[in-house]
């Protein structure tokens, strides 16, 4: 889903795009990080056996990781993405030491490093002397400023500029916006403070109305004012969702090449770790992979009433027998008591408010959705329904049922229509 | 944990998955946890009690009570508040509109002392309703911890599975925790845990099971087994309260409740009586067959013409127009029997609902089916449109009869002033629906919107045989 076009003027846009994450940084990331424990038995081997020390280093290294994974703070390894990285602290000094604007567009699908790449970028500049006096950052954020209105105001915050007091900007929109850009174009090349404009979710952005902070943001990046970069990020939909130490990794990767999932396995088998359990082992990887991969909609199955399994069946038939098309309550009501009256002995036969009930639980779980909105005329029998579950993952949630009766199995397999 | 494993039973493995989620109070932990299981599947109880217990600062919003923006962001903003200021102080009320001004807010809040160096956990329940807040809430709260730059973890409770919240340009993922449904074990358990304390708890453990055996296969739901358990108590002592049986004679107290547990199953499980009226026919020991629910057709009194044209409304509904002659015409002639059995059982009109008829061709089944019921002045003011024309010696106004309408089914032009009042009575009680706008030029158009049960029960009141008319029950 790219951004909408930017319909401004002609603008010189370099992109950066970080590589799919490969097989050798996903594998020398993990298990960089898994290493870490190894220094930890290091360390405890030559201090004397004090439990104290034992657990405060445990703790240590579990704030450690758990920054890492969670908070995502920099470390300085940067994985995959050097060639990126170069051209864009190229362009940031250029703007930043000799005053010549710039803009970028970061692509990249989720989790792949964009955010952690320009935040080392700036970190890195901000070293450097003579910037780090003179330039301004301002971070925005798609998700934080909705509409061109806020994003306004929370440039002029973060730029501190005559109309703020405290955290209050004054004036309308359209006085803010003249005070911005005349702040901005008083300026020149030699004499004022370059700025570096960072919008994260940058694709939100470009759904404002008439993109009117975007427009000016590029128009004064091309004309000879104050000097801006403007970078903008923003993710792309990965493609690739197809559903040991080394083969838990690897079973991880060829379902998700996101770090951040990497992350988040590595954190479950962490939780493991404790001062009885000091050091992470594979079986605690194992599990935490299970964890990771459970089909959610089976446990919601795997927890429903014997009658509300026996609608999910009749359910079921009724698509085989009409392919797909949609259902009511007193078709599924009857294609039950077919059963109930033919075929059943564990299955008692309910009345029919307590069915419906049931049927309204499964609509309440989002099991079985209505084709079009509810009126209030409409009787909640006759409404048509479609079942969100398909044939497969109803016999795979059917193995695992707890205590299934032996004819509600039966039925399953074999449909009634010898009528 | 003991004093945790007594207040929280059968979700040990829960509990310490979260609490070494949790790890130390400062430690980072998932910027995002999404929780869910079944309703009454413990995680409301489990996150709100775990975190009370060890004492971690936390906000605690339920969604539900959020139908807008400010209302959600407010709050959370001015329970942290509370949190972080002394006992004393009287904080002041913060107001916030957006989400940015939330997250500007948030980062001051949370620099307070008493919430500088842990973590902060916002519990947000029945998160499923932050689906269809503004489309930038959920993705926001999932990231937190970045967009503030705190400590901050955000716990979404919710029925709905995570796949269904994802939106469609993807979003930071949480962490996901299941929580399963308990076993008929573990629901054993911990209903047997509340019995009250003048019985024994073998006793209480034998009612549980007799109770589960009538409503596990309908209902899982912890919350409901507890209610029903609760209100049937009662009942099921009453053998030994009486001093008819002892607690040990089991076969005796079962016979005793388990028809009493049949009935609450038809009445308060669906909510057709409220509780106290259950609890005043088990103590006033009258017979539950007598209980009047919601939906009993007694508390419907209609007039006898009215119900008539009920039925009417009903064969309208049901029958397809082309049937019309066969039933309703008195010398309806030879009918081929094949083409008109021609039906599948799918297209069974009751199973697909009620189709919207005419009002002439309703007050045609009517007369019909009247006729000689009613006082014949009730059809004075009708009139065909052909008679009217080819036989112009008939008088403007002369009654022609329904016969003609069902037969030639040319236009039909009713002035029956007597019926309209009486249906649209009916449409106000919600028996017959209008179906489309009220300025259609061919007039309007009506449903029958009541059950099969329903106009059984009213045709048998004035000895009509539906059935007999019934297209679908031939």
Known sequence: MMPKECDGPGVRMGILEPRQMTGDCFFSSGQGICSGFQFVEMSSRKLKSNNLKHSECLSQVQRILRERFCHQSLHSNLFGVQVQYKHLIELLKRTAIYGESNSVLIIGPRGSGKTMLINHALKELMEVEEVSENVLQVHLNGLLQINDNIALKEITRQLNLENVVGDKVFGSFAENLSFLLEALKKGDRTSSCPVIFILDEFDLFAHHKNQTLLYNLFDISQSAQTPVAVVGLTCRLCLSEDRSVREVLQKHFNVSKNLRSLHMLLMLALNRVTSSHPFMTAADLMEANQLCSMDSKANIVHGLSVLEICLIIAMKHLNDIYEEEPFNFQMVYNEFQKFVQRKAHSVYNFEKPVVMKAFEHLQQLELIRPMERTSVNAQREYQLMKLLLDSTQIMNALQKYPNCPTDVRQWATSSLSWL | ?474
């Open chain 2, 1 to 474: 944990m003991a004093h945790l494993e007594n207040l929280v039973l059968c979700r040990e493995s829960q509990v310490s998955t979260l609490q070494s989620l949790f790890g130390e109070r400062h430690h980072f932990s998932f910027p995002s946890i999404f929780i869910y299981g079944h309703t009454a599947s413990g995680k409301t109880y489990v996150t709100q009690t775990l975190l009370k217990t060890l004492e971690l600062p936390h906000v605690f919003v339920n969604c539900v009570e959020c139908f807008t923006l400010r209302l959600l962001l407010e709050q959370i903003l001015n329970k942290l508040n509370h949190l972080s200021s002394s006992e004393d102080a009287c904080p002041t009320h913060i107001t916030c509109e957006t989400f940015n001004d939330f997250v500007r807010l948030f980062k001051q809040v949370t620099k307070a002392e008493s919430l500088k160096d842990q973590t902060v956990y916002i519990v947000l329940d029945k998160a499923e309703y932050l689906r269809d807040m503004e489309a930038n809430l959920l993705p926001g709260f999932l990231r937190l911890q970045e967009l503030t730059d705190r400590n901050v973890t955000v716990i979404l409770l919710s029925e709905i599975v995570w796949e269904k919240f994802r939106p469609n340009t993807g979003c930071f993922e949480p962490f996901v925790l299941y929580f399963p449904d308990y076993s008929i074990g573990n629901l054993q358990k911990i209903l047997s845990h509340d019995h009250p304390p003048e019985y024994s708890a073998d006793f209480y453990a034998a009612y549980i099971n007799i109770l589960l055996g009538v409503f596990y296969t309908v209902c899982r739901d912890l919350k409901e087994l507890r209610h029903l358990a609760v209100l049937n108590f009662p009942k099921y002592c009453e053998p030994v309260v009486k001093g008819e049986a002892s607690e040990r004679d089991t076969r005796k107290l079962w016979r005793n409740v388990e028809p009493h547990l049949k009935k609450a199953m038809q009445t308060v499980y669906l909510r057709e009586i409220s509780s106290s009226q259950w609890e005043k026919i088990q103590k006033d020991d009258t017979d539950p067959g007598q209980l009047k629910g919601l939906s009993a057709y007694t508390h419907v009194e209609l007039p006898y013409y009215s119900k008539f044209i009920l039925i009417a409304a009903y064969l309208a509904s049901y029958n397809p127009a082309r049937t019309d002659k066969r039933f309703f015409l008195k010398h309806h002639g030879k009918i081929k029997k094949t083409n008109f059995l021609k039906k599948h059982e799918k297209t069974s009109n009751h199973l697909l609902g009620p189709k919207p008829f005419p009002l002439d061709r309703l007050l045609a089944i009517l007369y019909s089916i009247v006729d000689s019921r009613v006082a014949a002045t009730a059809n004075i003011f009708s009139q065909c449109l052909r008679c009217w024309v080819s036989d112009l010696q008939r008088p403007h106004g002369a009654p022609c009869s329904a016969e003609c309408f069902l037969s030639c089914r040319r236009t039909f032009l009713p002035t029956a002033f007597l019926e309209l009042p009486l249906i649209t009575s009916l449409v106000t009680l919600q028996l017959l629906t209008l179906v489309g706008h009220d300025d259609q030029l061919d007039g309007p158009k009506y449903k029958c919107t009541v059950s099969l049960d329903f106009i059984r029960a009213i045709a048998r009141t004035v000895n009509f045989d539906i059935i007999k008319y019934l297209y679908d029950f031939l």
